[in-house]
């Protein structure tokens, strides 16, 4: 058997977590040989129900977990993590746009990005999850400036399931009949769901989206608004944000990086941008289709894209430099 790995999971007594704990804890994410020590981290009031979810775990009486921490203290939290998945932060309530949660969680995402940069090892990979996401996953990552900006993304592969999702349902086929689809830009109502490059295979043919669908009025029309106005959807009908398949998506995404992506296939996360990929500009956390092999991501270059691409990838990224500058403008005053 492997050596455990410390894995750390901020926002532990939240709705996200009560999902996402199990899914790792049973060995879906980092395998089923994998021991893992279990760091669950929540802020001081939620200290109580962050017991009755460290009980919980042991009650399931699961081989791979060795040991379980439970605390509010970064510093114990951080120590010589391996992993780190941060969904600690306040969730989007009704009529809220992402990015009105910029100033309520800014701050927790600094003081994590230092943590990460005192007591993590330096090869620690962290997936950032809490609203507004890609922000906050900039702003850890000009926090822990030690630590490899590449070990860093956020998820939005909630929004590349949705979109599969979408496609399979149109068709009637399998979700996992359904590849490549992108998610460009910002985990928000800007972002781009793009099926030009996608496959599906329909009785056994392999084929693109568009000639299996028929119908572009449908894939430049409700497909796009569907994915991105899904959340504001899920909130409206449950009155609590997304969970279940947020912590799905999480489990997809860090399965991903531990093991890599299927030849020829990618899949979406937002990542720091060079400025050289598809005129996105540089300092950004863009979502971007990508590769990943040995725990490292590359994003898939060169696809051709057309114009009505172009302007909804060039809108999501003016909207991530506006996140940005008004995250950096708050931060200096805190
Ligand atoms: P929740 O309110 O149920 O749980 C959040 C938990 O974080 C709470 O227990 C809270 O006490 C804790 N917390 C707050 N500040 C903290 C801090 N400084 N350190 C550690 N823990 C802290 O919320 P949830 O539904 O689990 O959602 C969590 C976040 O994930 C929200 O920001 C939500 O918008 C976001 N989210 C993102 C995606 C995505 O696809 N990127 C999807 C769904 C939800
Ligand atoms: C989602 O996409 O479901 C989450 O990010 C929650 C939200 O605020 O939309």
Redesign the pocket.
């Known amino acids: 058997m492997a050596e455990p790995i410390k894995v750390l999971v901020?926002?532990?007594?939240?709705?996200?977590?009560y999902s996402l704990l199990y899914n790792i804890a049973k060995g879906d994410v980092f395998g089923k040989d994998q021991p893992l020590i279990l760091v669950l981290?929540?802020?001081t009031p939620?200290m109580s129900?962050l017991e009755g979810v460290l009980m919980e775990i042991r009650d399931c009486a699961l081989p791979l977990v060795r040991e379980i921490i439970a605390t509010d203290k970064e510093e114990e939290a951080f120590n010589c993590i391996d992993v780190a998945i941060l969904?600690?932060?306040?969730?989007?309530r009704e009529g809220m746009e992402?990015k009105d949660?910029l100033q309520a969680?800014a701050k927790?995402f600094k003081?994590?990005g230092n943590a990460l940069d005192k007591f993590a090892k330096k090869t620690v990979k962290v997936l950032v999850?809490?609203?507004p996401?890609n922000t906050n996953c900039l702003t850890a990552i000009k926090s822990a400036p030690s630590i490899p900006k590449e070990n860093f993304s956020?998820?939005?592969r909630?929004?590349n399931n949705r979109a599969r999702a979408q496609i399979a349902y149109k068709l009637g086929i399998p979700s996992n009949d359904v590849k490549n689809v992108i998610i460009w830009g910002n985990?928000s109502s800007t972002q781009y769901p793009d099926a030009n490059h996608a496959t599906v295979k329909v009785q056994g043919k392999e084929m693109s989206v568009s000639d299996a669908i028929k119908d572009d009025a449908w894939l430049k029309g409700d497909f796009i608004s569907i994915v991105q106005q899904r959340?504001a959807a899920v909130i409206r009908a449950r009155k609590?944000?997304?969970?279940m398949s947020?912590a799905k998506?999480i489990s997809d995404h860090m399965k991903d990086i531990w093991f890599g992506t299927p030849e020829g296939e990618w899949v979406s996360m937002g990542v720091i941008s060079n400025g050289n990929t598809y005129n996105i500009p540089n300092d950004l956390v863009y979502s971007f289709p990508v590769q990943i092999k040995n725990k490292t991501w590359s994003i898939v270059e060169c696809l051709p894209i057309n114009d009505f691409s172009c302007e909804r990838m060039k809108a999501t990224a003016s909207e991530l430099v506006e996140e940005r500058d008004t995250a950096a403008e708050f931060l200096s005053s805190v």
């Not at 609590?240 to 969970?243: D, I, N, T, V």
């Open positions: 901020t926002g532990a007594a939240g709705q996200i977590a981290l929540d802020i939620m129900v969904v600690g932060s306040m969730p989007r992402r949660l969680n927790i003081s994590q999850v809490g609203n996401a956020c998820l939005t909630l929004d985990h959340g609590l944000s997304s969970a947020a998506a």
